[in-house]
């Protein structure tokens, strides 16, 4: 099925540093969200977005939806140990099924 | 709100048998999906309930169904395991299919030898 293009793949980062990832799609969206994933663990929603333009902060997360509605980036301010894991994004048109970025691994050195 | 419940989070399977799991969504949520996560191929959409109609269906063979039921409990199955299904299975559901903030659950992770 179709997955969105997601970038970086993996980032190792030190304690306190800002994060950015971003997801990128040939399709029109119409939300977005961003998910965190623990080894083993479901993934947990961190953001939801349904606007274009749309600027989201969940304590250090913002997200925000792309204008062009093809894509989506999070940051993460002033990392902690704690932000390690796989972040995805997920897309999803008007009443369809969502679909997913292939992920980005997060290492935090402290 | 109690969230999604996946059982059972852990089994294990030889090739030839079948499987069933069992997710029961958020109280209210009427969608429910299905997903396979492996390390190579990442988050594969299964197929999609509402309202114990099967709306969406992914890119799997017909060894893979489910099926919901009118408290919106969703099972899947999946018949003449393979080395290959060995995965995290995610259930998530919604509470409108529209514009749906989708939950997950804990998953089910299925080893099969």
């Known amino acids: 099925g179709q997955q969105l293009n997601q970038s970086p793949q993996s980032m190792f980062i030190q304690e306190g540093e800002d994060v950015s990832m971003n997801c990128t799609s040939s399709?029109?969206?119409?939300?977005w969200l961003w998910y965190k994933q623990d080894p083993g663990e479901g993934p947990v929603l961190l953001i939801a977005?349904?606007?274009?333009?749309e600027l989201t902060s969940n304590g250090r997360l913002t997200a925000q939806f792309g204008i062009t509605r093809k894509d989506s980036f999070l940051n993460i301010s002033a990392s902690i140990p704690s932000d390690v894991g796989i972040y995805f994004c997920a897309g999803q048109k008007a009443g369809n099924q969502f679909y997913f970025g292939t992920g980005t691994s997060l290492t935090v050195i402290p | 709100k109690a969230g999604v419940t996946q059982t059972p989070r852990y089994l294990i399977k030889t090739r030839g048998q079948q499987v069933t799991l069992s997710c029961s969504p958020i109280?209210?949520?009427?969608?429910v999906s299905w997903y396979q996560q492996t390390p190579g191929q990442g988050l594969q959409f299964l197929f999609e309930?509402?309202?114990?109609?099967?709306?969406n269906k992914g890119n799997f063979p017909g060894r893979f169904s489910g099926r919901q039921f009118s408290n919106s409990r969703s099972e899947m199955n999946v018949s003449t395991l393979e080395l290959g299904d060995s995965a995290l299975y995610l259930c998530?559901?919604?509470?409108?299919?529209?514009?749906?903030?989708?939950?997950f659950g804990e998953g089910s992770r299925l080893t099969v030898l």
């Open positions: 109280s209210g949520h009427r969608s």
């Open positions: 998530a559901s919604s509470a409108d299919r529209a514009t749906g903030e989708l939950f």
């Open positions: 977005l349904y606007k274009a333009g």
């Open positions: 399709s029109i969206f119409n939300t």
């Open positions: 309930y509402f309202s114990e109609t099967q709306r």
